[in-house]
């Protein structure tokens, strides 16, 4: 039978500090065309920005300082201007490989 694997022990060295050996793992990083998470956070702020336009929009409408048309116009403005800025970012990385 044989012993199980016991964990290594670390005896004090000249200077009486043990000092445990370093394992650094490598991580793939993925790129994209550009800097991904430059682009990730250019898309977050921009959808943030959208979002809170269409709720000011909104708000604007139902107290009726804004004409319904200008409500459905700014939303549908900022719908579209958030949907293009994240499949940008989803083509982004989409072209981008693994750095190893």
Do not use: H
């Amino acid at each position: 039978m044989t012993d199980p694997i016991q964990p290594p022990t670390f005896s004090p060295s000249v200077a009486s500090v043990a000092v445990p050996p370093v394992i650094v793992k490598l991580k793939k990083k993925s790129r994209g065309f550009l800097n991904p998470a430059k682009v990730r956070a250019f898309a977050f702020y921009l959808i943030t920005l959208c979002i809170l336009v269409s709720v000011l929009a909104s708000i604007l409408a139902i107290w009726d300082f804004a004409q319904q048309d200008s409500l459905w116009r700014t939303i549908a403005t900022c719908v579209v201007v958030a949907f293009g800025c994240g499949l940008f970012a989803v083509i982004n990385m989409s072209f981008g490989g693994t750095e190893e």
